[in-house]
């Protein structure tokens, strides 16, 4: 009995001195100086191995944070719970020292005597069939829904030392496997997504776990679906097509969204979007779409030219698919150079311009056309009064697609109407090609081959012959590895033509043929870097080529004499970084910085004038020759981009930004409105590149939870070395441009309104713009001016704008749509008195640009009216009637006065001074939704 006795108080003290030893091991140790600021993983591993601790958590439950010790004397326990209780997790610690971190609730390390009060005895549950109505547990519940898909992504080991991880994939259709561009990924927990690229690839960046997801795109049923997120890993999805009858469904990316996205100035058009607008005889045209949108202003009638902010036409740059075109008209400029059924979107930027672009001032306007079905054949196209033309599509194999767009016209007829014989005699016509060819050799690479051709030819009867075309194509390669890293690596080339022979007065009958080459490398490589950082940087180099051609005598009877021009050559390039930081929920930052270098390079002869002199003939003083490749002038300049949104609350933002840019190139042309003969010209040894600085805040905010979106955009924008030309300028026929011209500066500020209902049976938008553009023109040294040295408004200053753009679905089938435009007239130069030097009558003007013609009104109306909506069906029809300024108003294109009866009378030119009605007809295989 004794020794019994003798064993068991032998075992209570060693049981005691473990409890003690193991208290000892969580209260009694106190971790040193060198256990601060490990990551949470690093301190818990370094402890157990030291002091012998035993912890226990889930490694991929625990916060991503660094331990904080606020003094030597603080114990694992009361370490743990400073650092983890502000986190949702409770330290226990059982009677043997064993330490628990569990989220939201503390683990019982002792068994209460409440226990062992009742026994209870636990009966299993009945087995029942489950049926449709009913659910088993595996099923996750989300608002009402079961989610009965639930993906493991990654695994614990690969995600061990991290507590956060990348999904990432491709999101295609299961009809045709194209991918989905702008699909949406949102993560249900959290209320934050992200979209698809022009790949149909996503990526995000979670903190591991439980999430619901929901994947979705205006095309496709929505998908939601359960993951397990253990490590980085990916997840392709195939969404579902569907065919909305009754609502019509609207998804926005939150990059671009009105309230939460970065961007400001900025507009995204879809052609969906572009297909109810009416038009000037029926052609659908993307870039009369831009006209009707706030901060963007047409100086005439039927230009496919415009101003953006109070800048020169000039200083907008147009690509489609990287290539650059330097005239997007059509017939004179009543229609753009762009197929609308061979586009998918285009994007114009204004306001904070992303670094990646550069070259020029005031906006980019960038056009992605489509690349072609993936799983089947398919055509469509348009047939109106004066242009029809079709696009095909289709697979080339498992791995490869195209696209091939092509239009034309037949606008003799049209001329034939006219009752004038010189323009029923006259020729015009034109037309354009589209290709586009796309190869996926495997997920992680693609190649982009796409060519661009457009042609006009017009000959106005004993007047003018011209011709002109743009030509170009560019090779892409995009590479994409490790969820969120992007190559792309491009080749383009870009090129303009020009002819013309005159014969209006037959003294001066000529011809002149003009050229210019765009030969370009850019490469840029993106990365999300983090959740809070997305990292790109890029470079690209551009050589250009002008031939201005020989002006030549057209006839033997012409006094015109043969005079012939040096080539230029030029080569742009620059180097840039740009980063977007999400520094919290409100607040996010982006910027960047980008370094241009331009090189005016030989052959060349160079004037020199007398120093402090204008430059005219009479003061030059010598020639200065430059051999092939020299180096005749090189300008440097740094860019920066700056911006910031503000969330103020769930529905309501500030943005603001700023950019500076250069740019190398220009247009020498004297008239209001873009015109072919008009030529570009680079900078060169006295023609100094032009420098753009914009300042920009905005308030957005979404009103009925998005029903409407609005907007309030205020700029002030400022160029130096604005080129101006002097009155009387001959461009054509001079041989030393800068002779006839003089830079100054350009002062532009405005106000935007934008109203915006974006869904439901009625949707449009309406804008309203006040904006005042100045320039000077006053060189102290040299003592050239315009104006007397005084500011006087731009050519294409037109203070107020308004526009309203409204579409109603009546049914599935009928739609209605119109637009009613208003614009502020623009400046002009009157005579204002008459005076006589030795008998002969010479007329005095007034100060340059001081009277405005007349204000500008216009209502547009269409009716869409689709064919039957029969599921299998060959082909599916749709007609479009639409009547172009329907109150037949007068507007005015231009003012000018002739003597009569020695008088001076002035007349108004007006290019529609009646409605405009037609027809259109379009087209495609299958069926309304197809």
Same mark, same amino acid.
């Given at each position: 009995?004794?020794?019994?006795?003798?064993?068991?108080?032998?075992?209570?003290?060693?049981?005691?001195?473990?409890?003690?030893?193991?208290?000892?091991?969580?209260?009694?140790?106190?971790?040193?100086?060198?256990?601060?600021?490990?990551?949470?993983?690093?301190? =818990?591993?370094?402890?157990?191995?030291?002091?012998?601790?035993?912890?226990?958590?889930?490694?991929?439950?625990?916060?991503?944070?660094?331990?904080?010790?606020?003094?030597?004397?603080?114990?694992?326990?009361?370490?743990?719970?400073?650092?983890?209780?502000?986190?949702?997790?409770?330290?226990?610690?059982?009677?043997?020292?064993?330490?628990?971190?569990?989220?939201?609730?503390?683990?019982?390390?002792? /068994?209460?005597?409440?226990?062992?009060?009742?026994?209870?005895?636990?009966?299993?549950?009945?087995? $029942?069939?489950?049926?449709?109505?009913?659910?088993?547990?595996?099923?996750?519940?989300?608002?009402?829904?079961?989610?009965?898909?639930?993906?493991?992504?990654?695994?614990?080991?690969?995600?061990?030392?991290?507590?956060? %991880?990348?999904?990432?994939?491709?999101?295609?259709?299961?009809?045709?496997?194209?991918?989905?561009?702008?699909?949406?990924?949102?993560?249900?927990?959290?209320?934050?997504?992200?979209?698809?690229?022009?790949?149909?690839?996503?990526?995000?960046?979670?903190?591991?776990?439980?999430?619901?997801?929901?994947?979705?795109?205006?095309?496709?049923?929505?998908?939601?679906?359960?993951?397990?997120?253990?490590?980085?890993?990916?997840?392709?999805?195939?969404?579902?097509?569907?065919?909305?009858?009754?609502?019509?469904?609207?998804?926005?990316?939150?990059?671009?969204?009105?309230?939460?996205?970065?961007?400001?100035?900025?507009?995204?058009?879809?052609?969906?979007?572009?297909?109810?607008?009416?038009?000037?005889?029926?052609?659908?045209?993307?870039?009369?779409?831009?006209?009707?949108?706030?901060?963007?202003?047409?100086?005439?009638?039927?230009?496919?030219?415009?101003?953006? *902010?109070?800048?020169?036409?000039?200083?907008?740059?147009?690509?489609?698919?990287?290539?650059?075109?330097?005239?997007?008209?059509?017939? =004179?400029?009543?229609?753009?150079?762009?197929?609308?059924?061979?586009?998918?979107?285009?994007?114009?930027?204004?306001?904070?311009?992303?670094?990646?672009?550069?070259?020029?001032?005031?906006?980019?306007?960038?056009?992605?056309?489509?690349?072609?079905?993936?799983?089947?054949?398919?055509?469509?196209?348009?047939?109106?009064?004066?242009?029809?033309?079709?696009?095909?599509?289709?697979?080339?194999?498992?791995? %490869?697609?195209?696209?091939?767009?092509? *239009?034309?016209?037949?606008?003799?007829?049209?001329?034939?109407?006219?009752?004038?014989?010189?323009?029923?005699?006259?020729?015009?016509?034109?037309?354009?090609?589209?290709?586009?060819?796309?190869? +996926?050799?495997?997920?992680?690479?693609?190649?982009?081959?796409?060519?661009?051709?457009?042609?006009?030819?017009?000959?106005?009867?004993?007047?003018?012959?011209?011709?002109?075309?743009?030509?170009?194509?560019?090779?892409?390669?995009?590479?994409?590895?490790?969820?969120? $890293?992007?190559?792309?690596?491009?080749?383009?080339?870009?090129?303009?033509?020009?002819?013309?022979?005159?014969?209006?007065?037959?003294?001066?009958?000529?011809?002149?043929?003009?050229?210019?080459?765009?030969?370009?490398?850019?490469?840029?490589?993106?990365?999300?870097?983090?959740?809070?950082?997305?990292?790109?940087?890029?470079?690209?180099? /551009?050589?250009?080529?002008?031939?201005?051609?020989?002006?030549?005598?057209?006839?033997?009877?012409?006094?015109?004499?043969?005079?012939?021009?040096? $080539?230029?050559?030029?080569?742009?390039?620059?180097?840039?970084?740009?980063?977007?930081?999400?520094?919290?929920?409100?607040?996010?930052?982006?910027?960047?910085?980008?370094?241009?270098?331009?090189?005016?390079?030989?052959?060349?002869?160079?004037?020199?004038?007398?120093?402090?002199?204008?430059?005219?003939?009479?003061?030059?003083?010598?020639?200065?020759?430059?051999?092939?490749?020299?180096?005749?002038?090189?300008?440097?300049?740094?860019?920066? +981009?700056?911006?910031?949104?503000?969330?103020?609350?769930?529905?309501?933002?500030?943005?603001?930004?700023?950019?500076?840019?250069?740019?190398?190139?220009?247009?020498?042309?004297?008239?209001?409105?873009?015109?072919?003969?008009?030529?570009?010209?680079?900078?060169?040894?006295?023609?100094?590149?032009?420098?753009?600085?914009?300042?920009?805040?905005?308030?957005?905010?979404?009103?009925?939870?998005?029903?409407?979106?609005?907007?309030?955009?205020?700029?002030?924008?400022?160029?130096?070395?604005?080129?101006?030309?002097?009155?009387?300028?001959?461009?054509?026929?001079?041989?030393?441009?800068?002779?006839?011209?003089?830079?100054?500066?350009?002062?532009?500020?405005?106000?935007?309104?934008?109203?915006?209902?974006?869904?439901?049976?009625?949707?449009?938008?309406?804008?309203?713009?006040?904006?005042? %553009?100045?320039?000077?023109?006053?060189?102290?040294?040299?003592?050239?001016?315009?104006?007397?040295?005084?500011?006087?408004?731009?050519?294409?200053?037109?203070?107020?704008?308004?526009?309203?753009?409204?579409?109603?679905?009546?049914?599935?089938?009928?739609?209605?749509?119109?637009?009613?435009?208003?614009?502020?007239? +623009?400046?002009?130069?009157?005579?204002?008195?008459?005076?006589?030097?030795?008998?002969?009558?010479?007329?005095?003007?007034?100060?340059?640009?001081?009277?405005?013609?007349?204000?500008?009104?216009?209502?547009?109306?269409?009716?869409? /009216?689709?064919?039957?909506?029969?599921?299998?069906?060959?082909?599916?029809?749709?007609?479009?009637?639409?009547?172009?300024?329907?109150?037949?108003? $007068?507007?005015?294109?231009?003012?000018?006065?002739?003597?009569?009866?020695?008088?001076?009378?002035?007349?108004?030119?007006?290019?529609?001074?009646?409605? /405009?009605?037609?027809?259109?007809?379009?087209?495609?295989?299958?069926?309304?939704?197809?």
């Amino acid at each position: 009995m004794r020794f019994f006795i003798q064993i068991g108080l032998l075992t209570g003290c060693i049981l005691m001195f473990s409890v003690a030893w193991s208290q000892t091991g969580q209260n009694g140790v106190k971790p040193g100086s060198e256990y601060d600021g490990l990551p949470i993983t690093e301190f =818990l591993d370094k402890a157990e191995k030291e002091y012998g601790v035993s912890f226990y958590y889930d490694v991929d439950a625990l916060p991503d944070i660094e331990i904080r010790m606020s003094g030597d004397a603080q114990t694992l326990k009361t370490i743990l719970n400073a650092n983890l209780n502000r986190n949702g997790f409770d330290v226990s610690v059982d009677a043997n020292g064993n330490i628990f971190i569990l989220k939201s609730g503390k683990i019982k390390t002792s /068994i209460s005597n409440e226990v062992f009060k009742e026994r209870q005895i636990i009966r299993p549950a009945q087995e $029942k069939t489950v049926s449709e109505e009913e659910k088993p547990d595996e099923f996750a519940e989300t608002e009402k829904e079961y989610v009965s898909k639930t993906y493991t992504i990654g695994n614990k080991k690969e995600g061990a030392k991290r507590s956060k %991880a990348t999904l990432s994939g491709y999101i295609t259709s299961v009809e045709n496997n194209e991918p989905l561009i702008n699909a949406t990924i949102y993560v249900q927990e959290l209320q934050k997504g992200t979209t698809t690229n022009e790949n149909g690839h996503y990526s995000i960046t979670l903190k591991k776990g439980n999430y619901t997801l929901i994947a979705k795109s205006v095309e496709t049923k929505e998908e939601k679906f359960r993951i397990n997120l253990l490590s980085d890993g990916k997840l392709d999805l195939k969404l579902e097509p569907q065919l909305f009858m009754l609502n019509e469904i609207v998804i926005s990316s939150e990059k671009y969204h009105n309230v939460k996205g970065t961007q400001m100035g900025f507009e995204k058009i879809s052609t969906r979007e572009i297909k109810e607008l009416p038009m000037v005889l029926g052609e659908r045209d993307i870039i009369k779409v831009a006209h009707l949108l706030p901060g963007v202003l047409s100086v005439a009638e039927g230009s496919a030219s415009f101003n953006v *902010r109070g800048s020169p036409a000039d200083q907008n740059l147009f690509f489609i698919n990287n290539v650059p075109v330097y005239n997007t008209s059509h017939f =004179l400029g009543f229609f753009s150079s762009f197929n609308s059924n061979a586009i998918e979107e285009f994007t114009m930027y204004k306001g904070n311009i992303p670094v990646n672009y550069g070259g020029r001032l005031s906006s980019f306007f960038d056009i992605k056309a489509n690349e072609g079905k993936q799983d089947r054949f398919s055509a469509r196209g348009e047939i109106s009064p004066i242009t029809s033309g079709a696009v095909v599509e289709g697979p080339i194999g498992e791995k %490869a697609n195209y696209m091939a767009g092509l *239009r034309t016209t037949y606008s003799d007829w049209v001329l034939g109407l006219v009752e004038n014989p010189d323009i029923r005699d006259s020729e015009a016509d034109f037309a354009d090609f589209i290709g586009n060819f796309t190869i +996926r050799p495997d997920e992680k690479n693609k190649l982009n081959l796409f060519a661009y051709h457009s042609y006009d030819h017009l000959d106005l009867v004993e007047l003018a012959k011209t011709n002109y075309k743009n030509t170009g194509a560019s090779l892409s390669w995009d590479h994409f590895w490790n969820n969120n $890293k992007k190559l792309n690596v491009s080749l383009i080339y870009g090129n303009y033509q020009f002819g013309q022979e005159n014969s209006e007065l037959d003294l001066a009958a000529y011809k002149h043929a003009y050229e210019l080459d765009h030969l370009e490398l850019k490469a840029s490589y993106s990365w999300k870097i983090s959740e809070q950082h997305d990292i790109e940087v890029g470079v690209n180099s /551009i050589f250009y080529r002008l031939d201005k051609g020989d002006i030549l005598p057209l006839t033997e009877t012409s006094l015109i004499s043969k005079r012939t021009f040096e $080539k230029e050559r030029g080569v742009e390039s620059a180097i840039y970084l740009g980063d977007s930081w999400d520094v919290s929920d409100k607040l996010e930052l982006s910027g960047g910085v980008r370094f241009n270098t331009y090189s005016y390079l030989g052959p060349k002869t160079v004037m020199n004038y007398f120093e402090n002199a204008p430059k005219i003939k009479s003061n030059i003083t010598d020639t200065t020759y430059y051999s092939s490749g020299d180096i005749i002038k090189t300008y440097n300049g740094m860019d920066y +981009r700056i911006a910031a949104k503000l969330l103020l609350g769930k529905s309501s933002s500030v943005k603001a930004g700023y950019n500076r840019l250069h740019q190398y190139i220009f247009l020498l042309t004297n008239t209001v409105s873009v015109s072919p003969s008009d030529l570009w010209k680079l900078s060169d040894y006295h023609i100094k590149p032009m420098t753009g600085d914009q300042y920009s805040v905005g308030f957005y905010t979404d009103i009925w939870g998005g029903f409407l979106e609005v907007s309030m955009e205020a700029y002030y924008k400022k160029v130096k070395d604005l080129v101006e030309y002097k009155d009387g300028a001959e461009f054509l026929i001079n041989q030393l441009p800068e002779t006839d011209i003089v830079q100054g500066k350009l002062d532009a500020y405005g106000i935007e309104l934008m109203i915006r209902k974006p869904y439901g049976r009625l949707n449009g938008w309406m804008n309203y713009t006040y904006s005042d %553009a100045t320039i000077e023109v006053e060189n102290e040294i040299t003592g050239e001016e315009n104006n007397f040295g005084m500011p006087y408004p731009a050519n294409y200053d037109r203070p107020h704008a308004f526009n309203l753009v409204a579409n109603y679905k009546i049914s599935k089938r009928f739609n209605i749509s119109g637009a009613v435009v208003y614009a502020t007239g +623009r400046p002009i130069t009157y005579p204002t008195s008459v005076y006589y030097q030795d008998g002969i009558e010479i007329l005095n003007y007034s100060l340059r640009n001081e009277y405005r013609l007349p204000d500008y009104f216009r209502i547009d109306l269409s009716i869409k /009216i689709e064919g039957n909506l029969l599921a299998k069906k060959l082909a599916h029809g749709t007609f479009i009637l639409s009547v172009y300024n329907l109150t037949g108003r $007068k507007n005015a294109y231009s003012v000018y006065f002739k003597t009569e009866d020695n008088k001076i009378n002035g007349y108004k030119l007006s290019i529609f001074g009646a409605p /405009i009605p037609s027809i259109t007809y379009s087209f495609k295989l299958g069926n309304y939704a197809d």
